[in-house]
């Protein structure tokens, strides 16, 4: 049974209003009001489909969440050698955090409140192993077979240290830039740090010499 065509605006709304005050604030600083205010409702009517601010976070971090696995598998891995397929995984994670900073924001939100919101009610923790299972071990297996990569990579621990470097400029940038001088806030900047993460993580995964 389909909601009401103005029930579904209106959870539309809330639900825009609250990805865009979430991702620019975080958890922390987002206030309902600011959420009611620009999805021109009442806070009350947020509570009305909402019982809590965590609760609608849960939600918008829901939606996030599949999106991005989405947008990672979203590609055909499969028909490229398997360094290339590395590499396209790498840009794509970059290309996301460029296109979506909402994606660092939740990624820096989860740290620092101990994956709280990461539980049995998001579907984050179940996507992810699924995209490791179905994407990263057939792209690592295949390069073990051609001899392109080491035999010994933990599919779930090579993931998130990918994740993690290739989104450390947007998740560090500015202390990266402050500390080692190079401006991560600019397209410059980010095009150098998308090119030593494939470099680091090739070299990391190359074969060793047959004796």
């Not at 939100?109 to 192993?129: E, K, N």
Request: glycine share 4%; charged share 20%.
């Amino acid at each position: 049974m389909h909601a009401p065509p103005k029930k579904t605006d209106t959870l539309h709304r809330i639900l825009v209003a609250a990805r865009t005050e979430f991702t620019e604030k975080g958890f922390d600083a987002a206030r309902l009001e600011t959420v009611a205010r620009a999805a021109k409702v009442t806070k009350q009517l947020i509570y009305h489909y909402f019982q809590s601010k965590d609760e609608l976070y849960r939600v918008v971090f829901d939606s996030q969440s599949a999106a991005v696995i989405s947008l990672l598998a979203h590609t055909s891995y499969e028909t490229l050698p398997p360094r290339e397929a590395i590499t396209r995984l790498i840009n794509r994670i970059v290309d996301l955090h460029l296109e979506n900073p909402g994606v660092t924001t939740f990624t820096l939100d989860q740290g620092l409140h101990r994956a709280q919101h990461i539980d049995a009610q998001t579907g984050f923790a179940p996507l992810t192993r699924e995209f490791i299972s179905k994407v990263i071990e057939p792209i690592l297996r295949h390069g073990a077979r051609t001899g392109d990569f080491r035999s010994d990579v933990d599919p779930a621990l090579f993931y998130a240290t990918v994740f993690h470097l290739a989104a450390g400029c947007f998740l560090m940038g500015p202390a990266m830039t402050r500390t080692i001088g190079i401006d991560f806030a600019s397209p410059e900047g980010v095009a150098r740090w998308r090119a030593h993460a494939v470099d680091f993580i090739l070299a990391s995964l190359r074969a060793a010499p047959e004796s």
